[in-house]
């Protein structure tokens, strides 16, 4: 992204259109990556209270689309803003224990109790 590159108030700025523009397209992914640039960016400029919101609604768009290494990075950001990070739900695969995993594996391979 140009913001990232430009750096300063411009590239705040320009990272603002992004979010803006993203944010009433299809693009969900990259609307979550201009939210955590933002957030980052403004945390950067100690604007710290915008820069949480940014982060969080960044941590929410990722989860829902699935970059947990996203959500990941923004929760690492939020908590270098002295918030406490979001929590991260594990879903599917890997919210299974390894147990949990093998029973299923074996459920679905046709193997009964």
Same mark, same amino acid.
């Given at each position: 992204m140009l913001g990232l590159v430009e750096g300063g108030t411009a590239g705040i700025g320009l990272l603002r259109e992004a979010v803006e523009v993203l944010a009433g397209s299809q693009a969900r992914l990259e609307h979550a990556y201009a939210l955590v640039d933002l957030g980052v960016a403004?945390?950067?400029?100690?604007?710290?209270?915008?820069?949480?919101?940014? +982060?969080?609604?960044?941590?929410? +768009?990722? +989860?829902?689309?699935?970059?947990?290494? +996203?959500?990941?990075?923004?929760?690492?950001?939020i908590a270098a803003t002295g918030a406490r990070p979001r929590t991260v739900l594990q879903i599917g695969l890997a919210a299974l224990t390894a147990r949990e995993r093998r029973v299923a594996q074996l459920a679905a391979d046709g193997m009964s109790n």
């Open positions: 403004l945390r950067r400029a100690n604007q710290r209270s915008e820069a949480r919101e940014r +982060l969080r609604d960044g941590v929410d +768009l990722a +989860l829902r689309v699935g970059a947990v290494g +996203l959500a990941g990075r923004a929760n690492e950001e």
